[in-house]
Each structure stands twice: as C-alpha cells, then as structure tokens.
C-alpha cells in the first residue's frame, strides 16, 4: 500500500524567506510525527500530533516553526524567515496509535532536503 | 534520560551473521527498545523491537540480555541491500504529553562483497 509521502523532496530558498513542507501519512494513522536530521547526525524530534491536535511541541526548535494537521490527514510544516541553520533533511512519520504503542512502529517518508542559502 | 551507546560503525561480509551491540543501563521497566535502520537517501525503517524476551521477524532477530542492560540486533545472513545506518532506540516519555523515539547517530553497517 502507500506510504508516507512527503513534499517537495527537495527545496532549495533564500534566507529570510518562508517554506511549507508537506506530509500525507499513510491513510488511517492517527499518529503524526516530525522530525529533522541534519549532515551526518541522528534524527531530532520536532512535534508530535495525535489527530488534529498536537500534544507535544516540545522538539519546536524556535517559534519561527510551527505545524498544523487538517482532518487528521495531512500536516504542513512551517519555517518563517528560514535561516541558513534550518537547512536539513526534514522527515515525516506516522504511525497507526499515538503513544508509540507497542504495535504501532512509525512508518517513514523519505523526506524533505530544505537548503537555505 | 534512557539513552543508548552503539558504535559508530562495522563492517560485515556479505552472507555471513552480523551481531550490532547496543548498550542501554538506564532503561526502565518499562522501556521498549526499539531497532530502525536508515539506507541512503531513505527515511528511517523499522526493524524489530521488544521488552524482555527474544524476538524474531523476517528481517532480523533481537536477542536482549537479562538484566535488559543491553541487546544485540542480529541479521542472519547480510546482503548488500542490508547496507545502512542501524539505530538502537528507547522509547521516552518527553514531559509534554507523549512518547517519543530519540534516535542517537546509530552503526553504520558496511557490507562487503
């Protein structure tokens, strides 16, 4: 079946400009996660949604980001005035119950490459 | 914070066993350890995860010690496509409403043919 699509798969913009990357989880997962990895490291969590609510914004590297999920579907996330640090790979999971319950693995996009010059 | 120590990187001969250590002393009772690989230009895969006892799929094996201090992910016979960065995860609980995977830097597994 299909999973996780993320949009676009590259993005390249100018400092101080806004980007929205976008996220189709797979159809029927309540649980929405995004994450960002930068060159050569491990992933960083950003936010966490459950349905159309977001209980966990605590990864949100500064309130220049920000996320919102429409219908319990898709979810676009938001960098205002992108800075040059803000580039990065930017990876979208779901998973079919929140709380990674033990049954409910993330299911991954392959991401969006966001380069700002 | 529960957090993992693996190596940074190792090498394996195509069909032969790889064994990929994870170290975890501050797990909790209740942490589930979790496996995810990541290939090139990929987002990160499950593989396999669990709590106390062995488990099996059809990618790999977990074998998990007693104490729960540390586990070993085992792929039984490595091919080329096995090639990837290999992470060892414990589930947290962030402060802030929910459960969350922190990924550290993870193995990365070379396989030579």
């Known amino acids: 079946g299909a999973g996780v699509s993320q949009s676009p798969s590259n993005k390249v913009t100018e400092k101080g400009k806004d980007v929205e990357l976008r996220c189709d989880p797979i159809?029927?997962?309540?649980?929405l996660y995004w994450y960002r990895q930068s060159l050569g490291q491990g992933l960083e969590f950003l936010i966490y949604?459950?349905?159309?609510?977001?209980?966990?914004k605590s990864g949100l590297p500064s309130d220049r980001f920000s996320a919102e999920r429409t219908g319990g579907s898709v979810s676009t996330l938001t960098i205002q005035r992108t800075q040059q640090e803000d580039s990065a790979v930017y990876l979208c999971?779901?998973?079919?119950?929140?709380?990674?319950?033990?049954?409910?693995?993330?299911?991954f996009g392959n991401g969006t490459r966001l380069t700002v010059t | 914070d529960a957090k993992t120590t693996q190596p940074n990187s190792m090498e394996s001969n195509e069909e032969e066993p790889v064994h990929l250590p994870c170290n975890h002393s501050?797990?909790?009772?209740?942490?589930?350890i979790h496996w995810y690989r990541q290939l090139p230009s990929q987002g990160p895969e499950y593989v396999i995860h669990?709590?106390?006892s062995n488990v099996n799929n059809r990618m790999a094996s977990l074998a998990i010690a007693e104490d729960r201090k540390s586990s070993t992910l085992i792929l039984h016979r490595a091919t080329l496509r096995d090639a990837a960065v290999y992470y060892c995860?414990?589930?947290?609980?962030?402060?802030?409403?929910?459960?969350?995977?922190?990924f550290g830097k993870g193995t990365k597994l070379s396989v030579i043919p």
């Open positions: 999971a779901s998973s079919l119950m929140g709380n990674l319950d033990s049954y409910s693995p993330l299911h």
């Open positions: 159809s029927g997962h309540t649980a």
């Open positions: 949604f459950q349905g159309n609510s977001a209980p966990d």
């Open positions: 501050t797990i909790s009772g209740t942490d589930y």
């Open positions: 669990g709590l106390t």
């Open positions: 995860i414990l589930r947290q609980y962030s402060g802030a409403g929910s459960y969350q995977l922190t």
